[in-house]
């Protein structure tokens, strides 16, 4: 089958496969029983992101996109929450995501001003309009030189929270025009890489992030809703293979200074986490063999439960975990074993910080506190 007609079944299949879901003058069911599939996806995302800020391996961004993965996750979960329009999905996700920044912040931006007095820094201090951003972050919220890798990965945060507000808008225009909708974030990457946009603001940057990941959100609805399982297996895999070819041959043609990262190169990032994404969610494992692996299992759990406080701590643990490491000496081991124990050190920290700071999330999901996760 040529290209051009696996593109022409690919778009019949997503415009006339009627949905599983009843029609949008209807409130379709919610799903109540969780999925242990996006819970392992979630669980490897966050392992890979742990792994990846810690050696800084190029190849895992192609192996594993995570960030396309999560944004997919949270796209399909957000669907699920817009099937109850009465349960007020937009306030129960953002509910979800803030407690966990404000305590994030209330440690971070007090150290950080101590940081930036003691060294007479002070210029780099945020004004009022940044430190709103802490609590409500639209944009970025700002840091100092000394902070940034713990306010480097919050760029996640205010995209996400974006796609949140914006879905009860894009989903009746998903309904509408689903094939159309899921493209639209990519075709306006594509408009930004050939048209020479520079990123000279905070408001471009969330555009930005927005144009690269929201066609990744868009798949979860699809995954949803039944049309993407609806798509031919052969379709899909020539479509996802096309994504992420093209966003591969972009990324070796327009490499940064620091190389073939696709972190660094948006469009080619969007390309490639579209195709990933379109697998990942398409593929139905049989996980019964999870429940007999206890750790494992239980490891699952435990990382979707503090999901957002394990993301926003690791950072500030990898960080801490060199001088630690130069403390214990672990460079006695070599490079290479020095790196993996410092890995293991920032893992140590992390989960210190989960225990410590995860019951926020307990309480932001209406659940009973506790200090470990069941």
């Keep these: 089958m040529s290209n051009d007609s696996l593109s022409q079944t690919a778009v019949a299949t997503l415009t006339v496969a009627p949905p599983t879901v009843p029609p949008p003058t209807t409130t379709p069911p919610r799903v109540a029983r969780r999925d242990r599939y996006l819970d392992l ?3 490897l995302a966050i392992a890979r992101i742990i792994v990846y800020h810690t050696f800084g391996f190029v190849w895992l961004t192609y192996a594993f996109p995570a960030m396309g993965v999560m944004f997919a996750l949270g796209g399909s979960l957000m669907a699920n929450s817009l099937a109850n329009p009465a349960g007020r999905p ?3 996700r953002l509910r979800r995501l803030l407690p966990a920044l404000w305590v994030f ?18 210029n780099e201090l945020p004004g009022i309009e940044g430190l709103l951003t802490w609590v409500f972050p639209i944009v970025d919220p700002p840091g100092t030189e000394w902070a940034e890798s713990a306010t480097v990965v919050l760029w996640y945060l205010v995209t996400y929270l974006w796609l949140v507000m914006l879905s009860p808008l894009v989903i009746r225009a998903y309904r509408q025009w689903p094939l159309r909708t899921v493209l639209a974030p990519l075709a306006a990457l594509i408009i930004i890489a050939f048209g020479g946009f520079t990123v000279d603001s905070a408001a471009k940057a969330v555009a930005l992030n927005l144009a690269t990941y929201g066609s990744c959100w868009l798949i ?21 293979a096309s994504a992420m070819i093209a966003g591969g041959l972009w990324a070796f043609t327009h490499p940064t200074e620091s190389g073939l990262d696709l972190n660094d190169i ?8 579209f195709g990933f994404v379109l697998l990942a969610l398409r593929v139905r494992p049989n996980l019964a063999w999870l429940r007999r692996v206890g750790v494992l299992d239980w490891l699952v759990t435990a990382a979707n439960a503090r ?14 975990s060199y001088p630690i490491g130069d403390w214990l ?26 225990v410590a700071l995860g019951w926020v999330e307990d309480m932001a999901a209406g659940r009973q506190p506790r200090l470990i996760p069941r």
């Design 41 to 43: 996806l979630r669980f």
């Design 90 to 92: 937009v306030r129960k």
């Design 105 to 122: 912040g209330a440690v971070v931006v007090p150290v950080m001003f101590i940081q930036a007095i003691r060294e007479g820094d002070v």
């Design 220 to 240: 979860g609805f699809a995954h949803r809703d039944g049309r993407l399982a609806g798509i031919p297996l052969r379709v899909l895999i020539g479509v996802a």
């Design 266 to 273: 948006p469009l080619a990032q969007g390309l490639y986490s």
């Design 307 to 320: 999901a957002v406080t394990i993301y926003l701590w690791h950072n500030p643990a990898i960080s801490m």
């Design 329 to 354: 000496g672990v460079w006695h081991f070599g490079a290479a074993g020095g790196d993996v124990l410092c890995l293991l050190i920032a893992v140590v920290l992390v989960a210190v910080a989960t």
